[in-house]
């Protein structure tokens, strides 16, 4: 399946800043998925992206899918507790796979 | 309308026994997927079914390890003479494999102790 690498591994933020995850591929991604995970819950389906440059909004958050379709971004605006969690990007190999493999996670904490 | 639904929500084994984790899909969707997470590590696919066809199983440990879909009940995850390094959350997520990328509905996991 396709390599996807998150960067940061780790991000500690203050109530109200911003965060931004990155995705990564050295290969062009037919789609990128955004998942959360709550520490000690399960992934939960965010977003997908499939077009070259697309954007979308979900309140605090905005998605990214770049021009080259090699990366993505996860950006929230104003951090609240509620955020606190692990958030994934996931990738399947385009037209026919089924295979969906997910970056490492970039953990996320909010301090009040 | 149930969601993915795994069990045991929490296993605990002792070295060389077996585990089962069972998980019932979503109405409507056909196709399973396991994927295992280790302590602070991300998600590893495991293995890809649909009723009664193992699909792709490219993830899984060659030992010990095998799944089922039976055309009738849950899809069962067995680990076979468990060792400490299989202690993991075990996750089940299915779709209902109509086109386009897979989105996948997550089960809330099992979390499989070997002592």
């Known amino acids: 399946g396709q390599q996807v690498m998150q960067i940061p591994q780790y991000q500690h933020v203050q109530e109200g800043e911003d965060f931004t995850t990155y995705c990564n591929s050295s290969?062009?991604?037919?789609?990128i998925q955004w998942y959360k995970q709550r520490p000690g819950g399960h992934p939960v389906f965010l977003i997908q992206?499939?077009?070259?440059?697309e954007v979308k909004k979900q309140k605090r958050l905005t998605f990214q899918f770049g021009e080259a379709k090699k990366n993505s971004s996860l950006h929230i605006t104003a951090t609240q507790t509620t955020d606190v969690g692990t958030y994934f990007c996931?990738?399947?190999?385009?037209?026919?796979?089924?295979?969906?493999?997910f970056g490492k996670g970039t953990k996320l904490s909010v301090i009040p | 309308n149930a969601g993915v639904m795994q069990n045991p929500r929490h296993l605990v084994r002792r070295r060389g026994q077996e585990a089962r984790l069972r998980c019932s899909p979503m109405?409507?969707?056909?196709?399973v997927y396991w994927y295992r997470q280790l302590p602070e590590e991300g998600l590893k696919f495991m293995v890809y079914?649909?009723?009664?066809?193992?699909?792709?199983e490219s993830g899984m440990p060659k030992e010990r390890f095998s799944a089922e879909f039976p055309k009738e009940g849950p899809s069962i995850l067995r680990i076979q003479q468990v060792v400490r390094g299989d202690s993991a959350a075990y996750f089940c997520?299915?779709?209902?494999?109509?086109?386009?990328?897979?989105?996948?509905?997550f089960g809330a996991g099992s979390r499989l102790t070997v002592l």
């Open positions: 997520a299915s779709t209902d494999g109509e086109g386009g990328a897979n989105v996948l509905t």
């Open positions: 290969t062009t991604l037919s789609n």
């Open positions: 992206l499939v077009k070259s440059g």
């Open positions: 996931a990738s399947d190999s385009g037209a026919g796979s089924y295979q969906l493999t």
């Open positions: 109405k409507g969707h056909s196709h």
């Open positions: 079914l649909q009723k009664e066809n193992i699909i792709d």
